[in-house]
């Protein structure tokens, strides 16, 4: 039996993150979600995920959880506000391998990327069956022109050629 589950945008969140730094935590109350995942026995059977974040919202509780780089420095965050992905196709190689193809958009520059999609867990919360799903991918920094400044040459620390983008979200019926 074929289901269709759609996102649920308050429980989903986004992590961003690179070698010796996570650059920032994205709650899903601030950023938008949108999307669906079709599930045929408890496997993923097709996926369209789009989502926009907004990384200079101060007021609903942006945790930045870095210890060396600030997002204004690395993302330019007063410039260029939105991260944001829309996914263009689903490709499943089999039950545990999925990748979801989009296009990503950082810094005004748009690349297509492929991330890896994982089915995490299937439960019940108050009544309602939830699935969640982990998006994972690396992303070539200086793709989108995310480069090193000297604040963070200064610290001591390598950064990271790539940037590790992790989603976890979920869906009910």
């Not at 995920?49 to 919202?57: P, W």
């Not at 689903?90 to 990327?113: M, R, S």
Request: charged share 25%; hydrophobic share 35%.
């Amino acid at each position: 039996m074929r289901t269709q589950w759609t996102i649920d945008s308050s429980q989903s969140d986004v992590l961003i993150k690179m070698r010796h730094s996570i650059l920032a935590y994205l709650g899903g109350s601030i950023n938008q979600f949108q999307g669906h995942v079709d599930l045929q026995n408890n496997e993923i059977e097709d996926a369209t995920i789009e989502f926009s974040l907004d990384v200079n919202n101060r007021e609903a509780k942006l945790e930045q959880i870095n210890t060396y780089l600030k997002l204004n420095d690395f993302f330019d965050v007063n410039k260029y506000p939105t991260i944001s992905f829309k996914s263009t196709s689903f490709q499943k190689v089999n039950k545990n391998i999925n990748f979801l193809k989009g296009d990503l958009t950082i810094k005004d520059v748009t690349k297509t990327v492929e991330l890896d999609v994982e089915l995490v867990e299937t439960d019940y919360y108050d009544g309602n069956k939830k699935v969640s799903f982990e998006l994972t991918g690396d992303i070539n920094r200086k793709d989108f022109g995310l480069d090193y400044n000297s604040f963070h040459q200064s610290s001591g620390l390598t950064t990271g050629q790539d940037i590790k983008l992790v989603a976890n979200l979920e869906f009910t019926i």
